[in-house]
């Protein structure tokens, strides 16, 4: 080996590792930062704006009260009419004009124990205690902050699940608009990566914020098997919404993991390029998942027009780029 070979090997290794952090800091200022921002002002709009809180929008009652045994209570929603509490607290109708408020017995729902058993006042009827009526007051009041709780994160939890919809929808559109602008088609591009390590990232914060829902049964493992029979799966639409949902975020954590120059080095193209194409499987699930919930039932939610532009855009774009794609493939015979 010469003795310039030596100085030109070593350069050529300086200049890797300052080569890396320079298409890093680009993909950070041109990829991860727009993301970011759109995806933080797309959950700061659903979370501040009426019209798109999901709790306004409940699912089907048969899919969580009957098929999921109670598993996701009705009473974690909020009535329609704030005037009407007799399904939301399971207690008495709305007061009718002309009629009196009955002051003794149980009033039902979570307003704490009803009274008596305890002694009787002048009129005979029973008394609650002090300790009594202030333990039934810190029941309600628990109960109270509890479900504001549950529909926080159900809200939380549906925001974060239809950005991440929207980026999974993104990822499958770039391809055919390179291919429609008759720009390059790499086997793999840093912005497709990039828009699927975010839409990894808002998939894990909506399942966190899934669990979170309070659940009937206090367990997680309700939201897939059967509340009094761990062995036996749930086969309803809860439960095969949520097995749906389990199977798209194991593929998008997978995908998440390959999608490195190393992971591409060490696969070689073609294995790669096959693993990724699982990427339409997980459309695929994310769709049934939705579905599954209720969102088809949902006629008056934004979250279904939402989930319904997203699904014609990929459907058109991928049909349109696959007829792009034969047409510039196709083999021009050659004149001998």
């Known amino acids: 080996m010469s003795d310039t070979a030596a100085p030109t090997i070593a350069s050529r290794a300086a200049e890797e590792p300052k080569s890396a952090r320079n298409t890093l800091r680009r ?8 993301l970011a921002l759109a995806s933080t002002a797309a959950l700061v709009l659903f979370m501040n704006v009426s019209f798109f809180d999901a709790n306004r929008y409940p699912p089907p009652a048969e899919i969580f009260t009957e098929g999921a045994k109670g598993a996701l209570p009705s009473g974690d929603y909020p009535p ?18 002309g009629e009196t408020t009955p002051t003794t017995g149980a009033t039902g729902g979570h307003t704490g124990p009803p009274a008596g058993g305890h002694g009787r006042g002048q009129s005979g009827a029973p008394t609650t205690p002090p300790d009594a009526s202030q333990a039934g007051a810190a029941l ?56 699927g390590i975010c ?28 509340p009094g029979d761990r062995s036996r799966i749930l086969t309803n639409g809860f439960g095969l919404a949520n097995w749906a949902g389990l199977a798209a975020v194991l593929i998008v954590a997978g995908l998440a993991v390959i999608s490195s120059d190393v992971a591409l080095r060490k696969l070689k193209a073609r294995r790669w390029k096959q693993l990724q194409r699982f990427n339409y499987v997980l459309f695929a699930l994310v769709v049934l998942h939705a579905v599954l919930y209720g969102a088809l039932w949902r006629t008056t939610s ?8 997203a699904l014609a855009a990929v459907v058109a774009g991928q049909a349109v780029g696959a007829r792009l794609w034969h047409r510039r493939n196709q083999r021009i015979p050659t004149r001998a």
């Open 199 to 226: 839409t990894a990232t808002t998939s894990v914060i909506h399942v966190v914020f899934g669990f979170l829902v309070k659940h009937g049964d206090g367990e997680l493992l309700g939201y897939f098997f059967q």
């Open 80 to 97: 329609a009419n704030p005037t009407d509490r007799s399904q939301h607290d399971g207690g008495m109708p709305p007061q009718q004009p």
């Open 302 to 309: 934004p979250y279904t027009v939402l989930l319904g532009i």
């Open 140 to 195: 309600e009041q628990s109960h109270a902050g509890n479900q504001e709780s549950v529909l926080r994160m159900r809200r939380y939890s549906t925001a974060s699940g239809y950005v991440a919809t929207v980026l999974l929808g993104l990822t499958l559109l770039i391809g055919p608009a390179n291919l429609l602008l008759r720009r390059k088609t790499p086997i793999s591009s840093y912005l497709r990566r990039d828009v």
């Open 27 to 34: 993909r950070l200022v041109r990829h991860y930062l727009p």
